[in-house]
Nanobody, 125 residues
Framework: VQLQASGGGLVQAGGSLRLSCVAS????????LGWFRQAPGKERDFVAT????????YYADSVKGRFTISRDNAKNTAYLQMNSLKPEDTAVYYC???????????????????WGQGTLVTVSS
C-alpha cells in the first residue's frame, strides 16, 4: 500500500485547509485510517482516525471541533478538513493506514502499518 498526502501549504491563523490522502491498492476500503502530525523537534502526535466505513471517528483533544476526518472508499481517498487553524497546528501531516475489518480506532502510531510521505502545513500568526 502506498499513500500520497497533499494539500498542505501556508495559511493565516483562523484559516482553513483540506488535506487529501490517496491510497494505492485494493485494501483501502478495509482499513482504518489515521492522520498524525510532527512539529519540528517534537514527536509525531495523533490527530484523528476513521474506521473503514467512515462512520466512526476519534480526534485528539487539541483538534476536536476544528478538524474533520472523512474518507471516500470509491476514490481510495481520505481527507482532513482543518478549520480555525492556529500557529500550533504547524507541522508535517502524515496519513497512515492499517488493515481492519471492524470499527476499531487507533491513536498510537505503532498500531499503523503504512505511512505516506507527509505534507507541510504552516500557520502564520
Amino acid at each position: 500500500v502506498q499513500l500520497q498526502a497533499s494539500g498542505g501549504g501556508l495559511v493565516q491563523a483562523g484559516g482553513s485547509l483540506r488535506l487529501s490522502c490517496v491510497a494505492s491498492g485494493r485494501t483501502f476500503s478495509s482499513s482504518t485510517l489515521g492522520w498524525f502530525r510532527q512539529a519540528p523537534g517534537k514527536e509525531r502526535d495523533f490527530v484523528a482516525t476513521v474506521d473503514w466505513s467512515g462512520v466512526s471517528t476519534y480526534y485528539a483533544d487539541s483538534v476536536k471541533g476544528r478538524f474533520t476526518i472523512s474518507r471516500d472508499n470509491a476514490k481510495n481517498t481520505a481527507y482532513l478538513q482543518m478549520n480555525s487553524l492556529k500557529p500550533e497546528d504547524t507541522a508535517v501531516y502524515y496519513c497512515t493506514t492499517r488493515p481492519s475489518s471492524d470499527s476499531d480506532l487507533y491513536s498510537r502510531a505503532r498500531n499503523y502499518y503504512y505511512w505516506g510521505q507527509g505534507t507541510l502545513v504552516t500557520v502564520s500568526s
